[in-house]
């Protein structure tokens, strides 16, 4: 079984936002970057996978050389191959979808694993784009995956419960906080992995469809008040907030 | 025409779909363009309702093979409807099957795509978009340079208004290929209980609660609000048997309903960034340094054990 995980380099989420001088992007001063935190339950569970089942996994990033990092880090937890999709990442999620579905495109790959969003951009999109343009079936969001010989069952969030979700191999699966408890690399595994290549292609030509034009703060909520009983609380929300 | 994937629930248009209808009418008058409303199903029975929110058009792709939800069958008959009425914009409700489709359908029509956005306008002819990134901290505008503009919109976020239009009903055929993946069944299935992102109150407890049983006290304040309980992150990870779809937050459920109210929950980021778009925040904490209290609208500092039951029975008193 040949497996891809798509990985990204998001800014940690603690991080606190600045607003760059271009008006439309994040300041990178100070910004510790990170695996995207849902990527890490993709990576996971395609080790896992390996490890049960025998498996072939390549860690794919579309990014700058910053994403080499996050690449390493999944060599060092296992990951067989990495590789880099050079692209400057502009926040346009079917650019990056097309990236990844051209070098993904007759590879062979049996599942293509995906975190549910890259924080931050939270669009939650690249995985369902590069189903559709490999022409495959996805089931996003997932708590629990099971494979069986060319087919999956996937349980998902859905609105109205978990939603048991089957379909065909090969297949796209977006993962969502539940699915695993991701692991951490051994110091084996980072002094194996600063040995290991890290293939670097050009991402096609594509011209974007959607790009950020400005970043701004939220405004401030206005001040609260504090509240001295359930009593008053009630009479506040009922007369002045108008919600009861 | 802009078209909207709407979703029916028991015969009835989802809120969170009808919030989008609305939305689209405005967009619609504000560039001169029509409203077109898609219902794709195996009963679609109640369709006509779209014609209150402002649908010129109504649109079924109706066949016994959509019974369950397909996340490519689907895509492929609201990319077929786009197509087949020159819509120049999509939009959907951010609800789990409107995050789930919209990107297929995004890319079967190269068009650019925006999730659960919580502003919308035309400009020069094409769509614009304002959403949450960063877990809320920062706003994002997006602007689209593709033919066709694909968003989903924030649920409780956009405003629901009547505004009768014709509403034709037009049914058009079902996909006939496809069906890669099927939902096969649904587990655990919340038995009459809105969804936490429907919800216009949510009662949330965090980590102060204790345990499990005591959510109890968070049951009895929501039932007299009309509301639903959701929990922390800090809570579902305790161990007290709350569910993961219960969580409020970065890693859980996205929530802007008129009334949260966050009960020994501190306000960590986390939290924070799914509850932050919320109309009025209350906060009851028993720690006055407590972040949340910096976002609260109103905030008690108290014991929360006392706080909340004295809390249920004035909201009961003050709504009989």
Known sequence: MKILVALKQVPDTETKIKVAADGKSLDPADVKWITSPYDEYALEEALRLKESKGAEVVAVAVGDDKAKDVLRNALALGSDQAVLVKAAEAGDPLAVGKALAAYAKDKGFDLLLFGNKGFGSDNGAVGPIVAELLGLGHAGLVTKLELSEGSFRAEREGDAGTEVVEGALPAVITAQRGLNDPRYASLKGIMAAKKKPIEEIEAPAVSASAVVSALALPSARPEGKKVEDAAALVALLRDEAKVL | MILVYSE??????????????????????????????????????????????????????????????????????????????????????????????????????????????????????????????????????????????????????????????????????????????????????????????????????GRGMGSGENFKLLEDLAEALGGVVGASRAAVDAGWGIPHSQQVGQTGKVVSPTLYIAVGISGAIQHVAGMSTSKVIVAINKDPEAPIFKLASYGIVGDLFTVVPELTAAVKAAKA
Do not use: H, W
Not at chain 2, 122 to 131: D, F, I, P, S, T
Not at chain 2, 140 to 164: C, E, G, K, L, M
Not at chain 2, 184 to 205: F, H, N, R
């Open chain 2, 8 to 205: 029916l629930k028991d015969g009835k248009i989802r809120k969170p779909s009808l919030e989008a209808l609305s939305e689209a009418r405005r967009l619609a008058d504000a560039s001169g363009k029509t409203v077109g409303a898609l219902f794709v199903g195996a009963d679609l029975a109640g369709v006509e309702e779209a014609a209150a929110y402002g649908a010129d058009t109504i649109v079924k792709i109706e066949g016994a093979s959509l019974a369950a939800y397909s996340s490519d069958a689907f895509a492929a008959a609201i990319a077929d409807t786009v197509k087949a009425k020159g819509a120049t914009v999509l939009l959907a409700a951010a609800t789990s099957t409107g995050k789930d489709v919209a990107p297929r359908v995004a890319a079967r029509l190269d068009a650019g795509y925006a999730a659960d956005v919580t502003g919308l306008c035309m400009a020069g002819g094409k769509l614009q978009a304002v959403r949450p990134v960063y877990a809320g901290k920062a706003n994002a505008t997006v602007d689209f340079t593709s033919a066709i503009q694909v968003a989903t919109t924030r649920p409780n976020v956009f405003a629901v208004t009547a505004n009768a239009k014709a509403g034709a009903v037009e049914a058009l055929p079902a996909p006939a290929d496809s069906f890669k993946a099927v939902v096969k069944e649904i587990l655990a299935k919340v038995g009459g209980k809105l969804d936490l992102t429907e919800a216009d109150v949510i009662v949330s407890g």
